[in-house]
């Protein structure tokens, strides 16, 4: 099956400077790969996705690459904001149909004002 | 408003009792998915129901039990076969309708969870 890794599990950042998320995925078959936030006492919402027909997706802040060759991709928010602090996970799946979602293990980040 | 509940919020348990999470969802959505929280571990999936009166196993399901009679209703039951269920779970569901108006089949929507403690 799919495994997720992810790094670092926990990233502490100063406010206005960038973070960065990197997740690894050893199924070549998956091709979709959402980011979720979770803030404390919530469940996750998807902030930004991309499949792997496209090599890099930006909304905003946030921005995601993916190298389909090396299996990896990452999350990168610019110029952290006190709000942008949670938790990130990334995932992967194979688009088509209800599919399994496999996550990584999260990623604490604190934005220190 | 359209959206995805779980109940309770908290819930306490006696060791050697089942216990049942309820999550229900009014947003159409065809799939529906159990996982569980820990520190440190992400999150793992129990199990998943494509469709109605259909489910299958997650990754992590033994010690867990779940149906699906009703499209809108996922409950999940934490048997006492379940060694250590002490664990935040979340409940989610999928149905193609994406948060940006467009189709995705693969967004997942999620509950507010529902913590539940062994005493």
């Known amino acids: 099956g799919e495994n997720v890794e992810q790094h670092p599990s926990t990233l502490s950042v100063q406010e206005g400077d960038s973070a960065v998320i990197k997740c690894t995925y050893s199924d070549s078959a998956s091709n979709y790969f959402p980011w979720y936030k979770q803030e404390l006492g919530k469940g996750p919402q998807l902030i930004i996705d991309i499949r792997s027909n496209v090599g890099e997706k930006k909304d905003q802040r946030i921005a995601v690459t993916l190298n389909k060759t090396a299996k990896h991709f990452s999350l990168h928010i610019t110029e952290t904001q006190p709000e942008d602090s949670a938790v990130y996970f990334c995932?992967?799946?194979?688009?088509?149909?209800?599919?399994?979602?496999?996550f990584g293990i999260g990623t604490k980040l604190q934005v220190i004002p | 408003d359209g959206g995805i509940t779980q109940s309770p919020k908290y819930l306490f348990r006696k060791e050697g009792q089942n216990v049942t999470l309820s999550c229900e969802q009014n947003?159409?959505?065809?799939?529906m998915y159990w996982y569980r929280q820990d520190p440190g571990q992400g999150l793992r999936l129990i199990y998943y129901?494509?469709?109605?009166?259909?489910?299958q196993k997650g990754d992590i399901a033994e010690g867990y039990s779940v149906s699906r009679e009703k499209k809108e209703s996922f409950p999940l039951t934490v048997t006492s076969a379940q060694k250590n269920p002490t664990a935040f779970y979340l409940c989610a569901s999928t149905g193609g309708d994406g948060q940006r108006g467009r189709p995705n089949y693969n967004e997942q929507f999620f509950g507010p969870g529902t913590r539940l403690t062994v005493l």
């Open positions: 129901s494509q469709i109605v009166n259909d489910f």
């Open positions: 947003l159409n959505h065809d799939a």
């Open positions: 995932a992967a799946s194979f688009s088509g149909g209800y599919q399994k979602v496999t």
